[in-house]
């Protein structure tokens, strides 16, 4: 069967592909720590699970509009207020099924054949997909690891060319969990400006930050990019809410009026359902992201101090998300059984055939060098996984 050419230019998520080949090997009997895809391993809180139920009982089970429901967009408008300053109306909200498919959306209405769109590395592996899949051209600005992964003006500036339509901006980092400061913003805000840039912005680690750092995003930093920035978070992450599927936008109406014209030629609204319990989440006791976010903190300082332990490793201290991103290329050349392990791609087939640990290469994000554990997973499952890793790199020859 001759398949639409489109999908040749893209590979399958490497997140997801790495969880379902984790889960299989469970599934067939290994025992196998998952450090692979990056989901919160908490409950859903209880006022969005009954919120679900009631949904269910009392009928909410029908289309609604595209966009989201009032409910929903009201408690998305309090939230952007109450936690990021930002003001927005309704016609300014999009709700879609997941901050992947709001960011799908946004590469579709935004984006097109010609166009340049710049993501910072280390980078999520699907921004490029996504920019990919509209027919533009991912540009990647390389952050260096001295430098803490951080993009600077400077570059930001070298990089915009006569083609750049956009930026993506994501902080804290999926994958190298850094945190930009409100005057780093400031200053990439500037450069934003100046070049007349759309910024997309990915917040949806937004409540996982520590060391009490203040979460800013460049909006903040820079109120007169508000025209051109589009305020892409999820409840996915905050709310440990990864299967609802609920994602929204925050952003100018002729935007948000394309994304729900190209939602109503795709997916329809999102599920009736689970955009009453993102509307409880959002507006429910906050108490539970708190405590969600501390017990991530005590695991990053643990696993941090763990794998800078291991000879050959060394791990950077995130501000926020779940992952951390060790530096592991002084590994490479050394072999396993006469085969060599010369790339991110082959240390984490090794630690997940020989030791049992799922982890996602780092070519996936753009940095070789490195692999890509996420720490949301109990306290017991990571002590062991590190204990499997330090012992699988004592193996190689
Ligand atoms: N952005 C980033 C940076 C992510 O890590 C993820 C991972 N899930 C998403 C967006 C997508 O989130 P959702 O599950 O809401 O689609
Ligand atoms: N965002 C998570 C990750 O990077 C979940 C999987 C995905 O959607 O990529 O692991």
Not at 362 to 388: C, P, Q, V
């Amino acid at each position: 069967m001759k398949l639409a050419s489109r999908l040749d230019l893209i590979k399958p998520s490497a997140t997801l592909l790495i969880t379902a080949k984790a889960n299989a090997l469970k599934a067939a009997g290994r025992d196998i720590i998952g450090f692979g895809a990056g989901e919160p391993d908490f409950d859903t809180p209880m006022t969005a699970r009954q919120a679900a139920i009631k949904a269910i009982e009392t009928g909410f089970t029908k289309y609604t509009p595209v966009g989201g429901i009032d409910e929903l967009k009201d408690a998305i408008i309090d939230k952007f207020k109450r936690d990021n300053g930002l003001s927005y109306k309704r016609s300014e909200i999009a709700v879609s099924c997941g901050a992947k498919h709001t960011l799908y959306n946004l590469a579709q209405v935004l984006f097109e054949e010609g166009d340049e769109v710049l993501i910072p590395s280390p980078y999520w592996v699907s921004y490029p997909d996504l920019v990919l899949l509209a027919g533009a051209r991912p540009v990647i600005v390389e952050t260096r690891e001295e430098e803490g992964f951080k993009l600077k003006p400077d570059r930001l500036d070298r990089a915009v060319t006569g083609r750049t339509k956009a930026l993506i901006l994501n902080s804290p980092s999926n994958p190298s969990g850094v945190a930009y400061s409100k005057e780093e913003l400031s200053a990439l805000g500037e450069v934003a400006a100046r070049r007349d840039l759309i910024v997309i912005t990915d917040d949806v680690y937004e409540k996982i930050i520590y060391d009490g750092l203040e979460f800013a995003n460049i909006l903040n930093a820079c109120g007169e990019l508000k025209d051109k920035t589009l305020v892409v978070n999820a409840v996915s992450k905050a709310y440990a809410m990864t299967g609802w599927r609920i994602g929204y936008l925050g952003g100018p109406e002729e935007i948000v009026a394309a994304v729900v014209k190209l939602q109503s030629q795709s997916t329809s609204n999102p599920t009736s359902i689970a955009q009453k319990a993102a509307a409880a989440a959002l507006n429910g006791d906050q108490a539970v992201v708190v405590e969600m976010a501390k017990e991530f903190q005590r695991r990053r300082d643990f696993i941090v101090e763990a794998l800078n332990g291991i000879p050959g490793v060394s791990c950077l201290l995130p501000q926020g998300a779940f992952y951390v991103f060790p530096r592991v290329s002084n590994l490479y050349g050394r072999s396993f059984q006469g085969k060599i392990i010369g790339n991110s791609a082959a240390l984490a087939v090794y630690l997940l055939e020989e030791t049992g640990v799922a982890v996602v290469p780092g070519g996936e994000f753009g940095h070789d060098e490195h692999i890509r554990l996420s720490y949301a997973t109990s306290m017991k499952n990571i002590e062991e996984g590190i204990r499997r890793i330090r012992a699988g790199v004592e193996r190689l020859a």
